[in-house]
């Protein structure tokens, strides 16, 4: 019995040394043990030795357990400087270091300011945006020029509508300025933009307290509803302040301040031309304090001769005598042009009704006062051969027998008004002169009525007969070019 006992003892003793040699798994302080993760390891041996149990704890390690999901949204990667714990969680952005980027301030407190673009090293804070406006320094230094951008109830978002630049974003602050940032580099953009904009909702999360008025109304709006996660303000909270509410306006949607703006300076504008429209001086008004003079260029024949008291325009009559004074045996006189340059100098000149002297050296060149004639009768309201005659010397000129048709125009003549007649006499008496010289300037009855016969008269309407139209044109000037001594009583010399 003695001995049954030593040998109980011998081995109670070897299984406990047994335990105490077995490795034991350390567990991780946030890891949990599965359930049913205990297995039973059961040596099996050959030999006649016992068969020991074992127990050993299986636990899964970090490296086991399934991935989580990457999240594939900017805001949330780690290299926009972004702590995230868990998926919903919000917190601070990590302050980043000073870099270069093209900044623009657009608007100063609801002000328009000139968009200038400048290289700024900007710093982002907890609660601000530091603009250094000093582009050779690498730090922002104390007493420099800079800008502070508060971002607490701005609002951030990319745009391509305010400048033709790419990567650009736009900074609204809720004093109503607004600032353009920009880089070359998408990646620069893209990191300044997804920190500024978590700085914003950080610093507008512990602020979203205060709320604002909206415009045209006594109802209080969210300050930051118009971010993400914050809901539209209930509409029965009322404003109890006016005097609170001026204050508070400052603070309002820029956008909603220029659509007012705007919408009162064109008011503005509109009133202001209303009042110019209806005080107005008549037109004769200003033709008796001087302030507008009448023109001789685009002047009806009729009122330009009863305004100067004759029935040939003074003009006309200058024109024809500086070139019967010089110009007879100019080569090609009435069809080579002259500098129209000069010819509306020289017309110039005559509207502004100043003293013209033909003789002057500037005009010099004949050609120019030709050309200036031949602009005066082109631009008559209606031709020296009125509209309504235009038909009818087109059938006068289809008569075959010749003295009927010298007969039938030379009537048609007559029944002009007295201006028309007058002045068509002195200018074909003239061309009757040019016409005597032919050999020296080279100018035929033909290459006259070429001239004259599309500048001194055309229908109202042109039918789309411009060819055939020409053509009578033409023939109506020579014909009374070569009969003008019979039509119209001239002297022969």
């Not at 005597?436 to 300037?441: P, T, V, Y």
Request: aromatic share 6%; hydrophobic share 35%.
């Amino acid at each position: 019995m003695v001995m049954e006992g030593m040998r109980f003892v011998h081995r109670v003793a070897n299984l406990q040394n047994a335990v105490k040699q077995m490795p034991v798994a350390q567990t991780p302080q946030h890891s949990s043990v599965a359930q049913g993760a205990v297995q039973m390891r059961i040596q099996n041996s050959q030999s006649s030795q016992d068969r020991l149990s074992q127990s050993k704890s299986m636990v899964l390690q970090d490296s086991d357990l399934p991935p989580k999901p990457i999240s594939r949204h900017r805001r949330n990667q780690s290299q926009h400087n972004v702590i995230v714990t868990g998926a919903t969680s919000l917190e601070p952005t990590v302050n980043l270091k000073g870099e270069h980027l093209n900044v623009a301030k657009i608007l100063e407190k609801g002000k328009k300011h000139k968009k200038n673009w400048g290289l700024m090293l900007i710093m982002l804070t907890s609660e601000e945006l530091l603009l250094h406006k000093d582009k050779q320094e690498t730090s922002v230094k104390a007493g420099g020029k800079i800008d502070v951008v508060s971002l607490c109830g701005a609002t951030i978002k990319w745009t391509s509508e305010k400048s033709s630049k790419k990567n650009v974003f736009q900074i609204t602050t809720n004093t109503g300025s607004e600032y353009l940032l920009q880089s070359d580099i998408y990646s620069t953009s893209s990191k300044w933009h997804d920190a500024i904009k978590k700085t914003i909702e950080s610093v507008t999360k512990e602020d979203r307290g205060f709320a604002l008025w909206r415009s045209n109304s006594t109802e209080y709006l969210s300050r930051h509803s118009s971010l993400p996660g914050y809901g539209t303000a209930s509409s029965n909270m009322k404003i109890q302040n006016p005097v609170h509410r001026r204050s508070i306006n400052v603070f309002s949607s820029s956008k909603l301040k220029h659509s007012v703006s705007d919408s009162i300076d064109k008011n503005g504008v509109k009133n202001r031309l209303k009042k110019f429209i209806s005080r107005r001086p008549s037109m004769q008004t200003l033709k008796e304090k001087g302030l507008i003079k009448d023109r001789v260029f685009g002047c009806h024949l009729f009122t330009l001769c009863e305004r100067e008291g004759t029935t040939v325009p003074k003009f006309v009559r200058m024109c024809l005598n500086a070139v019967e004074k010089r110009g007879l045996e100019a080569d090609g006189i009435y069809r080579v042009s002259g500098n129209l340059a000069t010819i509306q100098k020289l017309r110039f000149l005559v509207d502004q009704e100043e003293d013209l002297d033909l003789d002057h050296s500037q005009w010099e060149d004949i050609h120019v006062i030709s050309g200036a004639l031949k602009m005066f009768f082109r631009e008559l309201p209606e031709p020296l051969f009125p509209f309504k005659s235009f038909q009818q010397f087109v059938e006068a000129i289809q008569i075959k027998e010749s003295k009927l048709k010298v007969q039938a125009v030379k009537k048609l003549i007559q029944c002009l008004p007295r201006t028309n007649q007058d002045t068509m006499k002195l200018l074909f008496s003239h061309l009757q002169r040019v016409l005597a010289f032919s050999q020296k300037n080279l100018m035929s009855t033909q290459g006259i009525s070429i001239v004259f016969g599309p500048t001194l008269m055309w229908p109202e309407l042109d039918a789309g007969n411009m060819a055939v139209n020409m053509v009578y044109q033409n023939q109506i000037v020579e014909f009374i070019l070569i009969n003008s001594q019979e039509i119209f009583n001239l002297d022969r010399k």
